[in-house]
């Protein structure tokens, strides 16, 4: 069974993880480790870097340990992450010279408001395929360098910057290489599309010097062996992806007009477009969907940025329920929402309002209202059957273990 099993890494908003797959593609085991998010003001959201890396190992050397199997059974490991979750270090010592700001975090919407008001909005859709947001790394990075003072330094090539997949790169892999794959360089809103590569006028437009940023690599391709020090030998890691991206991948959508949608942290619709990036005017971006033998396929996105999350809230923050698999219990002991309505724009809305500054609305409460109409109204009796919040809990009902959706949408 030499050099026969595979390793998935999937570092997420919430928790990390990691799956190991037998030489016929069955998962053998898998671990996972939640850790904490960090609200340090209103719209903000953080995560402490190191815990990424240490969620990340911990997840691998347990899922390894369950397998049984040891570092020359495995054929290769694969990075897959949350998305323009924006991390700048040091280049000598891996420092972080802030917490990592997380995708959801609109602090940057001042930023990318004047971005707006510029008139550069066509501008960036036609080069990157997104739309001005604080959920890309662009406003997050320029933030960063103004709070910290570190302008120089990142010109002089002193500091790295990195969405996950980088950061991991850098802190796993001997040598630390510098390196981000092309679908997560396609969400931080620096990406061609066209030309596969950083685009200098807008580099120039939020002064983001070219210095801190990684090498682009095919989303399949060796980047280099893990550190001995993780399982005892080097394996290589030979694959990086974005986390809606892999998934796309993942339920087959290798043909044009092939869509997925998964359930998580947030939802996210992607139809693979082939190998020519396609506009859109009614609030979809188009994205990387992978690239392979440094050959492009692109897709168009659409994004929820509250799903799962929304379950967690419930339990986390109110308390309501004390597992995410409750929360279909207590929606399915009442028979509606009793007029209670439920928005969960935390951390504002995506497709395709792209309002940065709305923010969680509920409505409708009336003194017959409980916890069971707002667990309806949520609509979390769905999300849960689909994934539960905490990684390791078992779903609940006829769903369970039941994987994304998957369909085929008109060809092009």
């Known amino acids: ?71 020359i059974d495995i ?39 004047r971005i707006k008001q510029d008139g550069l909005t066509s501008l960036i859709q036609d080069r990157t395929g997104l739309l001005p947001d604080a959920y890309f790394s662009a406003s997050q990075i320029r933030w960063m360098l103004q709070e910290t003072g570190m302008q120089s330094r990142a010109e002089n090539g002193d500091l790295c910057f990195g969405t996950v997949d980088s950061f991991l790169a850098w802190h796993l892999v001997k040598g630390h290489p510098h390196v981000t794959d092309a679908t997560n360089a396609s969400r931080t809103m620096l990406f061609n599309l066209r030309t596969q590569d ?12 070219r210095a801190m940023l990684p090498r682009i690599v095919n989303t399949a391709e060796q980047i280099g062996q893990l550190d001995d020090s993780i399982l005892g030998a080097p394996v290589p890691v030979a694959a990086l992806a974005g986390d809606q991206h892999a998934a796309l991948f993942g339920q087959g959508c290798f043909q044009t007009g092939d869509v997925k949608n998964t359930y998580g942290t947030g939802c996210f619709m992607l139809m693979n477009t082939g190998e020519t990036p396609v506009a859109n005017d009614k609030g979809l971006l188009s994205t990387m969907a992978w690239r392979i033998k440094n050959r492009p396929v692109f897709a168009l996105e659409g994004s929820v940025f509250v799903g799962g999350a929304a ?7 109110l308390g309501i329920i004390t597992s995410a698999a409750e929360s279909e219990k207590l929606a399915l002991t009442v028979e509606d929402t009793n007029g209670v309505y439920f928005v969960p724009a935390f951390t504002g809305l995506g497709a395709p309002h792209w309002d940065m500054y709305a923010r969680g609305t509920l409505v409708g409460i009336s003194r017959g209202a409980k ?40 060809r092009q």
């Open 311 to 317: 379950v967690q809230w419930l339990r986390d923050e």
């Open 1 to 71: 069974m030499k050099h026969a099993f595979l390793i998935a890494l999937d570092q997420g908003t919430t928790s990390s993880r990691a799956i190991v797959f037998t030489p016929q593609g069955r998962l053998s085991a898998s671990a996972a480790f939640e850790f904490t998010q960090h609200y340090p003001k209103p719209g903000w959201v953080e995560h402490l870097p190191q815990d990424l890396v240490d969620t990340t190992v911990q997840s691998l050397q347990e899922a390894v340990k369950k397998a049984g199997i040891k570092p």
């Open 371 to 410: 916890a069971a109409h707002l667990a309806r109204g949520a609509g979390s009796h769905r999300l849960s059957v689909r994934r539960a919040a905490h990684p390791d809990e078992q779903l609940p009902g006829p769903h369970a273990g039941r994987p994304a959706g998957r369909w085929r949408g008109n």
């Open 198 to 209: 950083w685009d200098e006028e807008l580099l120039r437009l939020f002064n983001i010097p």
């Open 75 to 113: 054929a290769a490991i694969g990075i897959t992450n949350q998305r323009e979750t924006t991390l700048i270090w040091d280049r000598k010592t891996g420092e972080p010279i802030y917490n990592a700001i997380v995708w959801q975090c609109r602090r940057t919407a001042p930023i990318i408001e």
